[in-house]
């Protein structure tokens, strides 16, 4: 604790005499100060107790009332007046005036030298930045083991409330609110939503010193991140004002915070690409490597069969959508695998997950494939956007293959679909017309045995080098890959055209 006037007036030693202003003996000294001017106040900061021996207190009644209003007004801690040199006794005009004004002034004996005052107040202050220093140390220790506790966040915002005697509620970067200790606090928090706005505004770390809800208390919104991105918000509020300690305490604590957002963004951010690349594998048609690595990320698969969602949309309206479904894999017992592909987002969801249409989602265009094994993912993938793509045509909220109007081909069949599909497979056309290799029904052979080669070749009759090489030959002429499950899906539609069909079949 730093010192204050009433430590220095209990020390024995000192000997000095309170003439006024009792009422503010609890001031804190920050420094002490010799002067004999007029006007020291332009040498002052605040917060001084003031020393002197009176030689320039003035001579009238109104030059000493005006000293003693200059020094109040500076918010010095106190004066102390020494006696027997220029002055047999403090005046009492001086006494008078500082008792109006609730200022301490008290009466330095003789034979107690001004220096023994600053000795004991540097003493103090000395010890007072030990112990900020110790104790800060101690309150990094014990919050820095709180963040990496179990609960993390939540040890922390309790062990900070506690060290500030006070409360603390931390936010995630939208301003929902994720922890609050004690929990009687979370009124409070609920009146800082403008302020955290505010602060949304601004690059981070900023922070706003607020008035109180209650009474006298203080309130402190911190923003939260790094490279002035916003990853969150601390919120501390306190009765008494904060001390040096209470400053480390939150700075601390909101650089822990920083930190423990920060990775777990990062890490969601990683296992959301992890997700992603194994969702796009299960939807290519690979077999044991996803398995593989959803070990690797700690990701359960779904049991089979499965159902895959093709779902697009306003951002917000799309994640209601997937956050409902995972929520019902959830309550069902399985878990849910989802992930973005070709600018949409991807579920893979057990057979009993079986989507129901929303009402409340307006713009959500949502495409269902029927239920599939895990080894035929790749052909629950080309149902689910062959059915996104009627409903994209029929502005369908909802539409699941092989349910809504009869299956998806029907509905493909118009003017439209045959002449993009015409476009699509022209090349291939073109180059069968050669004589050259069929290239169309080798397409359509391997893509129905979804990548297989030797089941591929099988099927038509050659060898799987010469199926190989045919496909190779497909993609160097359509310059595109059939790695992109977006390729695969299209040219199955297109090869499935109705049009197509009946060309099969005549």
């Not at 900070?160 to 939208?174: F, K, Q, S």
């Not at 990320?297 to 951002?315: H, K, N, Q, S, Y």
Request: proline share 7%; with cysteine.
């Amino acid at each position: 604790m730093p010192p204050t006037l009433a430590s220095l007036v209990r020390a024995p030693a000192l000997d000095l005499r309170v003439l006024a202003g009792k009422g503010g003996l609890e001031r804190e000294v920050r420094w002490v100060h010799t002067s004999e001017l007029a006007d020291p106040t332009p040498y002052l900061e605040g917060g001084e107790l003031l020393l002197t021996t009176g030689m320039k207190l003035g001579r009238s009644n109104a030059e000493r009332r005006a000293y003693v209003e200059r020094l109040a007004a500076a918010e010095v801690a106190g004066l102390g007046i020494g006696v027997g040199l220029s002055l047999d006794r403090v005046p009492a005009v001086i006494v008078e005036a500082a008792e109006a004004h609730g200022f301490p002034v008290f009466e330095v004996p003789r034979p107690t030298p001004f220096i023994a005052i600053s000795k004991v107040v540097s003493s103090a202050l000395a010890a007072e930045q030990y112990e900020t220093v110790t104790t800060g140390f101690a309150v990094q220790q014990e919050l820095t083991r709180a963040a990496a506790g179990r609960e993390g966040a939540a040890t922390l915002i309790r062990r900070l409330a506690a060290r500030l005697d006070g409360w603390a509620a931390l936010y995630d970067a939208d301003g929902t609110l994720r922890q609050v200790a004690p929990t009687a606090a979370r009124t409070r928090t609920d009146a800082l939503r403008a302020d955290i706005e505010k602060l949304r505004g601004m690059p981070a770390p900023s922070s706003a010193s607020l008035p109180g809800v209650e009474g006298e208390e203080r309130v402190v919104v911190q923003s939260l991140g790094a490279e002035r991105r916003i990853s969150g918000f601390l919120a501390v509020g306190t009765a008494r004002p904060p001390r040096t300690a209470d400053r480390q305490t939150l700075g601390t604590a909101a650089s822990l915070l920083t930190l423990a957002l920060e990775q777990s963004r990062v890490s969601a951010d990683a296992g959301a690409r992890m997700r992603t690349a194994l969702l796009r594998m299960l939807l290519t048609g690979e077999r044991a490597t996803p398995a593989e690595l959803a070990h690797d990320i700690a990701t359960d698969l779904p049991p089979g069969p499965w159902r895959v969602v093709v779902a697009t949309g306003p951002e917000p309206v799309v994640a209601a959508f997937a956050e409902r479904l995972c929520a019902r894999a959830v309550r069902a017992g399985t878990p849910a695998l989802t992930g973005d592909l070709g600018g949409a987002t991807v579920l893979v969801l057990p057979e009993a997950v079986e989507p129901v249409e929303p009402s409340d989602l307006p713009g959500l265009i949502a495409g269902v494939s029927g239920p599939v094994e895990p080894a035929a993912a790749a052909d629950g993938y080309r149902q689910a956007l062959g059915a996104h793509a009627v409903g994209l045509r029929s502005e369908r909220t909802l539409t699941v293959h092989g349910r809504d109007a009869g299956g998806l081909l029907p509905l493909l069949d118009g003017a439209a679909v045959h002449a993009w599909a015409e476009q699509l497979l022209a090349p291939l056309r073109a180059h069968d017309v050669g004589g050259r290799g069929d290239l169309i029904g080798s397409l359509r052979a391997w893509l129905a045995r979804h990548g297989q080669w030797d089941a591929a070749a099988g099927d038509l009759g050659v060898h799987r080098h010469t199926l190989r090489y045919r496909i190779r030959r497909a993609e160097e002429i359509l310059g595109r890959t059939l790695d992109d499950p977006d390729t695969r899906a299209e040219l199955w539609f297109a090869l499935r055209d109705p049009s197509e069909v009946r060309d099969d079949k005549s």
